[in-house]
């Protein structure tokens, strides 16, 4: 089974503060997605990465993929409140596993 | 509607009932999954539909679960003789799969079980 680990589990910081989250596994990831989950809804995909050692940035965060494509991280520069929520990363096999998640609160 | 729709959003019921949760996917789209959610918890594969193959069921519990997917659309999770851990909330999805894994998955908001 390709297991995923996120880490940190709990991250609470204030508005304005950079953080880091991290993805990975002792597999081989083909692709692996970040999903973000806000309370009551359902995850909404921010990424897609494909290709060892890509990275894509979207506004004010950036992911990268690890050479090996077994890892994969998440930064947020100058976080704000509404990027509270539970950070999930995914990778494909016969099916979508998810990670546990980070549960990152900004708070103001 | 335009995304995926979920129901009931939230249902109560009592050990040892059974529950039926619904999921209807997005128009068009061929995979259809189910995961739980447990409270603060990330999320656990249940059981995945790809258009007319036979469902991966790799992820279910046990034998009281249990789903289908009638005419390549909307699909219904069952949760026979419910007990109190089997409270979570449901999330389904659906995706248009892309070669390498690299199709979205589009969740509804879930549906919430609170088993008493």
């Known amino acids: 089974t390709q297991l995923l680990e996120q880490s940190p589990q709990f991250l609470s910081i204030q508005e304005g503060e950079n953080l880091t989250v991290y993805c990975n596994s002792s597999s081989v990831f083909s692709s692996l997605q970040w999903y973000r989950q806000e309370p009551g809804e359902g995850p909404v995909l921010l990424v897609t990465?494909?290709?060892?050692?890509e990275v894509k940035k979207l506004k004010r965060l950036t992911f990268q993929f690890g050479d090996a494509r077994k890892d994969s991280s998440l930064h947020i520069t100058a976080a704000q409140p509404g990027d509270t929520g539970l950070y999930l990363c995914a990778r494909y096999g016969q099916n979508f596993v998810f990670g546990p998640g980070t549960r990152l609160s900004v708070l103001p | 509607g335009a995304g995926v729709s979920q129901s009931p959003s939230n249902k109560v019921t009592e050990k040892g009932k059974d529950v039926e949760l619904r999921c209807d996917p997005i128009?068009?789209?061929?995979?259809l999954y189910w995961y739980r959610q447990s409270l603060g918890q990330g999320l656990e594969f249940l059981i995945y539909?790809?258009?007319?193959?036979?469902?991966?069921k790799s992820g279910l519990p046990s034998d009281r679960f249990s789903a289908e997917r009638t005419g390549g659309s909307v699909s219904t999770l069952t949760i026979q003789r419910t007990q109190q851990e089997d409270s979570a909330v449901y999330l389904c999805?659906?995706?248009?799969?892309?070669?390498?894994?690299?199709?979205?998955?589009?969740f509804g908001e879930g549906s919430r079980l609170t088993v008493l």
């Open positions: 999805a659906s995706s248009t799969p892309l070669a390498g894994g690299t199709g979205e998955l589009f």
């Open positions: 128009s068009g789209h061929t995979a």
């Open positions: 539909f790809q258009g007319n193959s036979a469902p991966d």
């Open positions: 990465v494909v290709t060892g050692g």
